[in-house]
């Protein structure tokens, strides 16, 4: 499965000649979506955790050439990650998101770990500034903010267009952050994240009526469980993660059938065995055993190198969807050698792993 999924991310075309990794290949129009910092984040740590796993020095130069192509994206004149690239400025609005930032803080913070440059912690630190200054206001987190203004979008009922406990995933950003500068700055802005997550997440899920966008709200529920992990020894955060996990997946198994997203399995696998790991919630390895199931099998076998090993999106009303994703290939990768290290004994990673 990592050999397969190494090769997906190396061959398909998906990661492009500069560095850049698209947001989704389009299956029937065989084409990809545009270049995204976001998704490029989440491929260095997918690429790492491959190198780390299988040991294929390819994978960690192509980590280090998006690593390199994420330090050119940044904005020096407007002091901001744009949320989209082309290689001539075309894209549709120039706008930075506070998500994206976190995730590729935390994907260049990994890199600066695995090979000690140092370029890629400075970028990591002013993504890091970014965050605190331009989005956190008096009483919550801008979810979008417009180039070179600075000003926030509007806000709607999206989940991606409002503040929420999603937000507290890429608020890990700023506890990595202050670990490796000594900035106690950065972990107070984590701490006031975390605190009003706690005290908002449990309606997040009620939000959604529709029963299709459900999940994709799931998946985003996913990450307040994932960001819980760090602090998991809390007895607030303890309880929030239990109730968590069983509201997960109780929806997840109530709405599967008619909209099924391949990394909302992971993401929830994830969090149970690194909350397992962490003596924070038991294991339900029946519930476990049937995640990784459901995961595993949107792992695409084909003839063609532009799809074989990568992980579809999802399915809907059991039909598969008409994308690969480099996101579901990354969460699902981990979750399952995650899944297979605990089945062998192995000891689960640092939470500083998760991707």
């Known amino acids: 499965m990592l050999q397969r999924a190494s090769r997906w991310f190396l061959r398909s075309g998906i990661q492009e000649p500069g560095g850049g990794v698209a947001r989704y290949h389009f299956i029937a129009e065989n084409c990809n979506a545009r270049v995204s910092t976001e998704i490029t984040g989440y491929t260095v740590s997918a690429l790492l955790e491959l190198h780390e796993r299988t040991g294929n020095p390819d994978c960690l130069n192509a980590a280090i050439r998006a690593g390199d192509f994420l330090r050119g994206a940044w904005d020096s004149d407007a002091l901001a990650m744009p949320f989209e690239w082309s290689a001539n400025g075309d894209v549709p ?26 370029g890629y912690l400075d ?59 000594g900035n106690h700055l950065f972990e107070a802005d984590f701490e006031t994240a975390l605190s009003r997550a706690l005290q908002t997440h449990s309606a997040f899920l009620e939000k959604e009526p529709d029963s299709h966008r459900m999940m994709d709200r799931l998946h985003a529920y996913c990450y307040f469980l994932e960001a819980l992990l760090p602090c998991a020894g809390r007895d607030p955060v303890r309880q929030a993660l239990s109730e968590g996990v069983s509201r997960a997946s109780t929806f997840l198994r109530a709405i599967r059938n008619g909209f099924e997203r391949s990394d909302v399995n992971a993401q929830l696998l994830r969090v149970r065995l690194w909350a397992h790991s962490l003596n924070a919630l038991p294991l339900n390895e029946g519930q476990a055993a049937e995640e990784a199931a459901w995961a595993a099998q949107y792992q695409i076998s084909s003839h063609d190198p532009r799809l074989d090993g990568a992980f579809n999106f999802g399915s809907l009303n059991g039909e598969r969807t008409n994308f690969t994703n480099p996101v579901s290939t990354a969460f699902c990768l981990q979750a399952l050698s995650l899944y297979e290290d605990f089945l062998r004994g192995v000891p689960t990673p640092d939470w500083r792993k998760l991707i």
């Open 123 to 181: 970028t990591a630190v002013l993504c890091g500034e970014s965050m605190s200054s331009d989005f956190v206001n008096l009483h919550d987190i801008h979810p979008i903010i417009e180039l070179t203004s600075k000003q926030p979008l509007p806000r709607d009922a999206r989940w991606s267009r409002s503040s929420d406990c999603y937000q507290l995933k890429s608020a890990l950003a700023w506890l990595e952050l202050a670990e490796e500068t």
């Open 93 to 118: 609005a120039r706008h930075s998101y506070f998500f994206d930032n976190g995730i590729i803080v935390r994907a260049l913070i990994r890199l600066w770990r695995a090979t000690g440059e140092r």
